[in-house]
Nanobody, 128 residues
Framework: QVQLVESGGDQVQPGESLRLSCAASGFDFINYWMYWVRQAPGKGPEWVSSIEPGSGPTKYYADSVKGRFTISRDNAERTLYLQMNKLNVEDTSVYYC????????????????????WGQGTQVTVSS
């Protein structure tokens, strides 16, 4: 059974940093594209970032987070990360990690929003 457990969310001030983690189980983690998606209160989901299977050399970022966020993965620990720097109030959201549809299969940013969310998400609040 697929499980994705997000953690690391917190309330911080603008300009601060957080690192989110997502512990994965129940599937062959190393062979899947992994994604971060966020959803702010009263708004639709937003794709944040994608990372390739394996060592993850290919990474993609939404323009809104490019240069501030870094996605990474530890396949031995079956964990996905999102390092978030220079946070601003617009980053306030619940953050979800999402697994790819099937091994090695890449989904576009828009298609990722239709993939199932197996975890509960982690709340990030940026407020002064």
């Amino acid at each position: 059974q697929v499980q994705l457990v997000e953690s690391g969310g917190d309330q911080v001030q603008p300009g601060e940093s957080l690192r989110l983690s997502c512990a994965a189980s129940g599937f062959d983690f190393i062979n899947y594209w992994m994604y971060w998606v966020r959803q702010a209160p009263g708004k639709g989901p937003e794709w944040v970032s994608s990372i390739e299977p394996g060592s993850g050399p290919t990474k993609y970022y939404a323009d809104s987070v490019k240069g501030r966020f870094t996605i990474s993965r530890d396949n031995a620990e079956r964990t996905l990360y999102l390092q978030m720097n220079k946070l601003n109030v617009e980053d306030t959201s619940v953050y979800y990690c999402v697994k790819g549809l099937r091994p090695q299969y890449y989904s576009t940013a828009s298609a990722v929003l239709s993939l199932p969310r197996w975890g509960q998400g982690t709340q990030v609040t940026v407020s002064s």
